[in-house]
């Protein structure tokens, strides 16, 4: 069955640190990959995707994404972390079966001290 | 243009009544998909509809429905509501041939006691 994982609950990073939160899927191909961002009462806002091409993807707000088909991940950086960006973080595999299905990561909270 | 909205934003409802959650997509976007979002069970794909049509259903009862009407806006439906469907019900929409690019609403936050 195609899963995802974020071994990460939760993160503290302090302002102006860079981030790396971790990602892994578990599917027989490779599917979309995508990283969200939910902030406090907030739908999900799309920061990159990944299908092919250039495994390293830019995104919104400084983010950028590695896939690394050897070790399924596709891990989600930013050189330089802002108080704005704490939030939840979710990273998602995109199945297009007949129809689109998306499955998340159980997320990843965060936290970013002054 | 608009994002994705639906209504209502907010919803307490009480054990077996029904509630109907609706998803208006941005204009031009014909597909749409639901998820629910809980504490527990995180996001969960319900399902995603084109053209009227059910396309694709995730692992959910069958008191969970959904619809689509000729202007692709949406609703779904839950039956018979249980503690645990207590959640936040989000709506996606995308173009024809860019399905993998979703918009999201706000969702719907639904309390139930």
């Known amino acids: 069955a195609q899963s995802v994982t974020q071994p990460d609950i939760h993160i503290t990073v302090s302002e102006g640190a860079s981030l790396e939160l971790r990602c892994n899927y578990s599917?027989?191909?490779?599917?979309?990959l995508f990283w969200y961002v939910q902030s406090p009462g907030q739908g999900l806002q799309l920061l990159l995707k990944?299908?092919?091409?250039?495994?390293l993807v830019q995104g919104i707000k400084g983010f950028e994404a590695e896939f690394k088909r050897s070790q399924s991940s596709f891990n989600l950086r930013k050189p330089s972390v802002h108080w704005s960006d704490a939030a939840e973080y979710f990273c998602?595999?995109?199945?297009?079966?007949?129809?689109?299905?998306?499955?998340f990561g159980a997320g990843t909270r965060l936290f970013v001290k002054a | 243009k608009a994002g994705v909205t639906q209504t209502p934003r907010y919803l307490i409802k009480t054990r077996g009544q029904q509630v109907t959650l609706s998803c208006s997509p941005i204009?031009?976007?014909?597909?749409v998909s639901w998820y629910q979002q809980t504490p527990g069970q995180g996001l969960q794909f319900l399902f995603e509809?084109?053209?009227?049509?059910?396309?694709n259903k995730g692992n959910f009862p069958g008191r969970f429905s959904g619809r689509q009407f000729s202007n692709s806006r949406s609703e779904m439906n839950v039956s018979t509501l249980e503690l645990g469907d207590s959640a936040l019900y989000l709506c996606?929409?995308?173009?024809?041939?860019?399905?993998?690019?979703?918009?999201f609403g706000p969702g719907t936050r639904l309390l139930v006691l």
């Open positions: 996606a929409s995308s173009l024809v041939g860019q399905e993998e690019t979703q918009y």
């Open positions: 599917y027989g191909a490779t599917p979309y």
């Open positions: 990944y299908f092919s091409g250039d495994t």
């Open positions: 998602a595999v995109g199945l297009n079966t007949g129809g689109f299905k998306t499955i």
């Open positions: 204009s031009g976007h014909r597909s």
């Open positions: 509809y084109f053209s009227e049509t059910q396309r």
